[in-house]
């Protein structure tokens, strides 16, 4: 079985995607042995020339999101030079924490980065520019940050910050079987068709009532319980499940916070999650709640809107894709 070519390229990221891969352990070696790695800047030291060198990549793995010029040019070289191209991560797929920084514009967040923020002093602060450093070119800041997935067709999509396990072991098995001669399914999706409550084995009243939106500090909560129940929010009805036959982040009582992103017909997750919320949060009071009073509600015990809502596809959003052709 002849091996495949394997090159991964980097955008926006945390470190937490390689880490990802090395929690599998010794399936790593099998990994070695399927491919010949080309390209990967954490595990064999390559510069952005050697990556414009190469001609010919079976599989091309991104990390990240898009928030340079640099970033964007790593992700336009593995698209090109790729034959299967993998989305790695809710960055790629989402836009992911990166995303975040869309709230504000770039020229806003260098201003308190470098001028307004405590004990900061700087001789100038840097533009939406390349800026030269000696023999060093630091690339351009874009105004938005882009989720990939805008800016190119990904063949397979690996969902979670950062994935699981098991989501790198398929991934694994799915280079064996390419590298077999199988063919990849289009659009493929490492994750679950359905919501993380789907998976959840806490109890579930059939009518969700909330009568006040309490953190997870805040209340002596039942483990055994549906957070929104107990007025704890919690992301799963909206986001497709994947990280476990437990979904991993409620198995350890902390309520989903959405990583692997929407619902395959669900367009905004955040926006679809504040409509569900909205009606539990109304039920029974309807006659005497107005939209007003609903929004001063959400607003007042929500203390981040979105960073609750939209925490790992903000780029993604219907109201949100203004950095497009940025």
Known sequence: MKKARLAVGYGSICGGCDVAFTDVGTELVDLAELVDIVYWPAVVDGKIEQLKKISDIDIGIYFGAVRTEHHELVLRLLDEKSKILVAFGTCPCYGGIPALGNVETSDSLL????????????????GLRKLKRQTMEVPRLKAFISAPSDLVNFDVFVPGCPPPVQSVSKLIDLIRDYSAGDPIPEMHFIAEETSVCDFCKREKPEVISIDRIM????????EDECFLSQGILCMGPVTRAGCGEEPRCIQKNMPCRGCFGPLPKVRDQGTKFLSSIASSIVLGKEKNMSDEDLQHLVKKQVLDPVGQFYRFALAVAAFNRRYTGD
């Not at 953190?215 to 039942?222: A, G, Q």
């Open 215 to 222: 953190r997870i500090h805040e209340v002596e909560f039942n």
């Open 111 to 126: 201003q308190t980065a470098y001028s307004e923020a405590p004990n900061t002093t700087n001789d100038g602060i840097p």
